[in-house]
């Protein structure tokens, strides 16, 4: 073998391994960007989940403020009504029951979502017969502390209303995050997968008429 034989076979040799050096280079490039991609797309979906999380403690605890509210209305409603009528025993049934229903952040699930909203719903109902129950009572209206607890009620209704509609607007965030090319991958990854929304049944979406 003479020497430009030898020199050939050197540079085809040389070239195999500059081309092997570049794959390896992209290759590692490569997994750079998706570990990145990975990471960045992992820490927005936490993030997002635990907004969504928080946001739903948030119409929870409004919740749980009217109920507790509504134990007082109740018992000063009784004070001079001088009996327990059926339209009181429907609120107190529909808030025990209410009270009962609460849901962690982990489940948010559909089936978990619905009761707490039927039980909610349950009250809502009951509040507003009773509501216009007290129309009958003019001294109950005109009683300072059911005035006073009116007031707080419709201000507890109005933070409800708000909390469900940032609660809707965070999990719409939260969905379309996750359901984005690629991060829809990296989900399906980690396993986070899309929330249900605040769903108000069909005519009990709207609060209790409130008057004072």
């Known amino acids: 073998m003479n020497q430009t034989q030898l020199d050939g076979r050197a540079k085809v040799g040389g070239s195999g391994c500059l081309g092997m050096g570049i794959v390896i280079g992209i290759l590692f490039v490569i997994f750079i960007i998706l570990g990145i991609m990975a990471y960045t ?14 946001q739903w403690g948030n119409v929870q605890a409004s919740y ?8 007082e209305l109740v018992g000063t409603v009784k004070g001079y009504t001088g009996h327990e009528n059926k339209t009181l025993t429907e609120v107190i ?14 489940n948010l699930t559909a089936e978990n979502m619905a009761q707490f909203q039927q039980a909610q719903s349950g009250v809502n109902n009951s509040l507003s017969r009773l509501l216009v129950s007290v129309e009958q009572y003019p001294n109950l209206k005109a009683d300072t502390h059911f005035t006073d607890l009116m007031k707080q009620l419709k201000n507890i209704e109005d933070n409800i209303v ?8 965070d999990t719409q965030e939260y969905n379309t995050y996750i359901r984005k090319f690629p991060k829809n991958i990296f989900a399906g990854i980690f396993g986070f997968k899309e929330k249900d929304y605040y769903k ?6 709207k609060s209790p008429k409130i008057q004072f």
């Open 162 to 169: 708000a909390d469900r509609k940032k609660f809707n607007t």
């Open 41 to 54: 797309s992992y820490n927005g979906m936490v993030t997002r989940d635990e907004t969504v999380k928080k």
């Open 200 to 205: 108000a049944e069909e005519g009990s979406s």
């Open 64 to 71: 749980e403020k009217r109920n507790a509210l509504i134990g």
């Open 93 to 106: 049934e529909a808030r025990a029951k209410a009270t009962s229903v609460t849901v962690k952040a982990e």
